[in-house]
Each structure stands twice: as C-alpha cells, then as structure tokens.
C-alpha cells in the first residue's frame, strides 16, 4: 500500500526540504486550506476534504469529501480517518503545526492515534520532524542538530538511549517532568532510542 500523505493549512517556508520527503506514489489528501500548498509542493491531490471554512471549495474534477463547519473532527483528523478507513498503514502529515497551538497539539496527538492503530506517522515542518517511540527503536543519525523525548501519555519506562551525547539506561519520564528536551547524536554515530512501557514524543530537529 502506498503511503498517505495529508497536508494541512499551517505555513510552510521551507519547501525544499518538504519535498524531499515526497515519493511518486504518495496519496496526497490535501485539507481545505492545505490546497494552498499545493502548487509549490508539487502534487495533486487524491482526494480532498474540509469544510472550507478557510478555503473555497476549487470545485477541481477530485474526490471531494466537504463536511459540515460544525463537528467533533478537525477537517485534519477526519482525513486520518478516512486514510484509514482506506486500507493505509504509513501515514505523513505536513502543515499540521505552527500558528494555531491548539491544532498543533491536537494534530501531535493524532500520532498517537495513529501509533494505537499500528500505524507508522510522522509529522514534518520547517524546523523537525516528530514521531511516537513505543514498541520498536528508533534510530537517530547525526544530520539532526537536536533530538527531543517528551513524554505525552501517563507514565513511560524502561527508557534507553544509546550513542547519544546524554544517554539513559532504564529510565523513567513522567508528564510532570520532561527531562529529555535537547539531546544530540555523536557525529559519525547512529542513537537508539526505546522504551519498554509508555510512548514518548520524539522530535529531531535539523
């Protein structure tokens, strides 16, 4: 199955870097104002949703999905949804995080969403890169300036970094207390990152 890459209305700047994550096949569902990115991203879309609330509907010969601008799902949380109702597995947000903090951390949130349904996600902006750590390492190389462990969910232990500036050997974060923020890779050096109950935040910046 192909990835799904869904893109939101938050500002992009650097969109060099952004497409170079983007593959051929990739199943873009652009949401509402997420559209206006779509000319200097490079793709067109699969499909598109949204209430256009902030938008105007293109009317484009695509798969259109328009919601209601009252609902419980933010048009972002709706396309995952949908993405998955579709069969996909690997999932790719952009322009989900900036401006607006409580659609920032309602969108991070839906990487734990994602992370309960087995699913691969990242989120991607001008400045990081972010995904869950849960059940399987995760590895860091040394092009990433920073990396960051915040602990989103209850309690997270059995936490391991290795080959990392600060390393843990079976710690613990709780919420109240993020300790993890602005570690760093060795150059030449690949770090792991695991935990063995609870699931963590990670955030690479470049």
């Keep these: 199955m192909h990835r799904c890459v869904i893109v939101g209305g938050s500002d992009i700047n650097n969109y060099k870097m952004i497409k170079k994550y983007i593959k051929e096949d990739d199943f873009f569902i652009?949401?509402?104002?997420?559209?206006?990115?779509?000319?200097?991203?490079?793709?067109?879309?699969?499909?598109?949703?949204?209430?256009?609330?902030?938008?105007?509907?293109?009317?484009?010969?695509?798969?259109?999905?328009?919601?209601?601008?009252?609902?419980?799902d933010t048009d972002t949380m709706f396309a995952v949804k949908e993405a998955v109702n579709r069969g996909f597995d690997d999932f790719l947000l952009i322009g989900v995080s900036g401006k607006r903090l409580d659609h920032t951390l309602g969108n991070l949130y839906i990487l734990l969403y994602l992370d309960n349904l087995k699913k691969k996600a990242k989120i991607l902006?001008?400045?990081?890169?972010?995904?869950?750590?849960?059940?399987?390492?995760?590895?860091?190389?040394?092009?990433?300036?920073?990396?960051?462990?915040?602990n989103?969910?209850?309690?997270?232990?059995?936490?391991?970094?290795e080959n990392a500036k600060y390393n843990l050997d079976n710690a613990k974060i709780n919420c109240e207390y993020q300790y993890g923020i602005s570690n760093e890779v060795f150059p030449g050096k690949i770090a792991k990152v695991s935990v063995n109950k609870g699931k963590l935040l990670l955030i690479k910046d470049f």
């Design 152 to 161: 989103i969910s209850g309690l997270a232990e059995g936490i391991n970094i």
């Design 30 to 72: 652009f949401c509402d104002s997420g559209l206006n990115h779509m000319s200097e991203i490079g793709a067109k879309p699969s499909l598109i949703v949204g209430d256009f609330d902030s938008c105007d509907n293109p009317g484009l010969d695509i798969e259109t999905i328009v919601l209601p601008c009252e609902k419980d």
């Design 125 to 150: 902006d001008d400045y990081s890169e972010m995904e869950i750590v849960s059940d399987s390492a995760v590895y860091i190389n040394d092009s990433f300036s920073y990396f960051s462990l915040i």
